[in-house]
């Protein structure tokens, strides 16, 4: 584990604290939820993240840089970090959600923030709107059909090539 559990948790109540930000408020408090909700099912995620996996090592490694720089989040800094975490923490939970299902309140309030603020459209051409919109969910239709197809193939029986029941 590159970070510790509290490390995490110290940048979701930074920006917790800064929700209340006149203009980025709803940005930082869709991050914190983020943050507290991968938190809490880290291990899920991990077995779970397909399609959507290079997100969690882009914002693992954004939490790494964080921390290895100078004086952490600075009010320079936050917004931008906080920006690139939701695009992180929404892909993940996107796939998440569609696999089994957004469990939680702060997961859906990001799924929710990134959907409705008008940041983030299918067709804008940002990479996180490319896999948020339209690759996760293909690619959730597409393994989901393929265990479905696996499980629902009928049997040839050699002898008279009829389908078995």
Same mark, same amino acid.
């Given at each position: 584990? =590159? ?20 203009? &980025?408020?709803?940005? @930082? ?12 099912? #880290?291990? &899920? @995620?991990?077995?779970?993240? $397909? ?18 720089? !100078?004086?952490?989040?600075? =009010? ?7 920006? *690139? ?20 309140? $702060? ?6 923030? &990134? ?6 459209? !299918?067709? $804008? ?21 393929? *265990?479905? $197809? ?6 040839? #029986?050699?002898?008279?090539?009829? =389908? !078995?029941?």
């Amino acid at each position: 584990m =590159p970070f510790a559990k509290e490390q995490l948790l110290e940048i979701a109540r930074h920006y917790e604290a800064e929700a209340k930000h006149p203009h &980025f408020g709803l940005l @930082y408090a869709a991050c914190a939820a983020g943050l507290r909700a991968w938190e809490a099912r #880290r291990g &899920f @995620y991990r077995k779970t993240l $397909d399609a959507a996996r290079p997100f969690l090592a882009e914002l693992e490694n954004h939490i790494i840089r964080i921390f290895a720089g !100078s004086g952490g989040l600075t =009010p320079e800094n936050e917004q931008e970090a906080a920006f *690139v975490m939701v695009e992180c923490l929404a892909c993940m939970i996107r796939e998440v959600a569609l696999t089994s299902g957004a469990e939680t309140p $702060d997961e859906e309030a990001v799924l929710s923030y &990134f959907e409705t603020c008008g940041e983030w459209r !299918s067709n $804008d051409g940002h990479l996180a709107s490319e896999y948020f919109f339209k690759r996760i969910p293909a690619a959730v239709l597409c393994r989901t059909a393929t *265990v479905l $197809d696996a499980g629902l193939r009928p049997v040839v #029986r050699p002898e008279d090539g009829l =389908p !078995s029941q």
